[in-house]
């Protein structure tokens, strides 16, 4: 049989250790999406399964599946073909740091994806669905997310580079999801992170190098460490995309990017439909020529006669790869010649990968993209009355007794159950 129920005995539960060594962090997978059913898979190791923080399983082992269906009345579990009940919780605790799973999503169907230690599930707090946790070592979300956000082509100064700006992002925003009860989602609305780290072992010696290294600015807070593919040869200033003017996320030129894919991009768009757009917002022109704009350095807005339009919402309305744009007016179209690809806030990918084949290592990089800013162990940052005021890291638990600290937990669950 794949599995050990409970009534089994202690002896099953003896193999049981966790590693406390590291910092947990809670993700919620497939945030965004109201998943009513999955399927978890152990594809490594072994997991105790807890439900309502009482065990239920001693050891679910390499192979075995277990179905969980979204249910008003809670989460209903299937084992093996056995129905094991109704739940309002379901933690399934990987033994030791070897464990794998697998979580396959369905209604709607999601494609299966490979998750290191644990698992916790319950219903969402606005009950759509499944709200699905993976809590999990740090350096094993690093390296996954850095994997999602870069591939695995560059070199390893890059690689850094990208782990020291994750790392960053998570200590400046581990409790982003408090409210929903983890730390970080897994989409872009935080960082992306498609499951464990799967081809790749230069991110996860480039996430180990970096340990606890972050970036603060000038007042010693960590930095918002944005970046994007491509500039198009010169970043942006974050006001010109966003509210908010950031000292560090000054406008720099930037000839490495631009040979690289996302450097130039063409569209035409009907001239009816952009001279009808611009009318909404109030620019109104007799000959369609004054429509043409010339960027020949990025800007904040598109002006013709006096009247603004921001580019970035241009971007959006008409789904454009950047803000870096010119335009020519052409017959019945109006033709964009630009550059870049994303926001251009922040590090440009492609630039910062020809930085490093080219020798440059990952604090030279940082500080190009990154101005008035340090590059720091977080035990030192952490160390600074500002970070000791702002900072609430590690004091979030998303669900109490997530992980059992010791055998102790499974060993007297065992006993009172004899």
Not at 14 to 42: E, I, M, R, Y
Not at 167 to 187: E, P, Q, S
Not at 353 to 381: P, V, W
Not at 394 to 411: A, G, H, S
Request: hydrophobic residues 35%; proline residues 2%; positive net charge.
């Amino acid at each position: 049989m794949s599995y050990m129920r409970l009534c089994c005995g202690a002896a099953a539960c003896l193999f049981f250790s966790l590693s406390l060594c590291a910092q947990k962090v809670s993700v919620g997978l497939f945030f965004d999406v109201p998943v009513k059913a999955a399927t978890f898979t152990v594809q490594s190791g072994s997991y105790a399964i807890i439900v309502d923080d009482t065990l239920l399983i001693a050891a679910l082992d390499r192979g075995a599946s277990m179905q969980l269906l979204h249910s008003n009345g809670g989460l209903r579990v299937r084992i093996a073909g056995d129905n094991m009940g109704t739940f309002a919780s379901v933690k399934a605790v990987g033994m030791g740091d070897e464990g794998i799973f697998s979580i396959i999503g369905a209604n709607p169907q999601l494609s299966s994806r490979s998750y290191a230690q644990h698992a916790f599930i319950r219903s969402a707090n606005d009950g759509s669905g499944l709200l699905i946790v993976n809590q999990l070592n740090e350096d094993f979300y690093l390296s996954g997310v850095v994997e999602a956000e870069t591939g695995c082509s560059a070199k390893p100064e890059f690689f850094k580079t990208q782990a020291i700006l994750s790392r960053t992002y998570l200590y400046a925003h581990f409790n982003r999801h408090a409210k929903d009860g983890f730390n970080l989602c897994d989409g872009v609305h935080c960082q992306a992170y498609k499951g464990l780290l799967t081809r790749c072992r230069r991110i996860r010696t480039a996430v180990d190098e970096t340990e606890g290294t972050i970036v603060i600015d000038s007042e010693k807070r960590p930095i918002t460490p944005s970046f994007h593919a491509n500039c198009g040869g010169q970043t942006s200033h974050s006001e010109n995309v966003w509210r908010e003017k950031l000292p560090y996320l000054r406008s720099v030129k930037d000839d490495y990017c631009k040979q690289q894919q996302g450097a130039r991009w063409q569209k035409r768009i009907a001239l009816t439909e952009w001279r009808g757009y611009m009318s909404q917002n109030g620019i109104r022109v007799k000959n369609s020529k004054q429509l043409e704009l010339a960027q020949p350095s990025r800007k904040k807005y598109y002006e013709v006669g006096g009247k603004k339009v921001e580019l970035t919402k241009i971007r959006q309305r008409f789904g454009l790869r950047s803000t870096f744009f010119d335009v020519r007016v052409v017959g019945g179209d109006v033709a964009l010649t630009g550059r870049g690809y994303g926001h251009g806030v922040g590090m440009c990918q492609e630039g910062a990968i020809q930085m490093a084949e080219q020798g440059a290592k990952c604090e030279d990089i940082l500080r190009h993209y990154y101005k008035n800013t340090s590059i720091i162990s977080f035990n030192q940052a952490h160390s600074t009355p500002a970070m000791r005021q702002d900072s609430m890291l590690y004091l979030f638990n998303p669900w109490r007794n997530e992980t059992p600290d010791t055998t102790t937990f499974i060993d007297d669950q065992v006993m009172q159950n004899k």
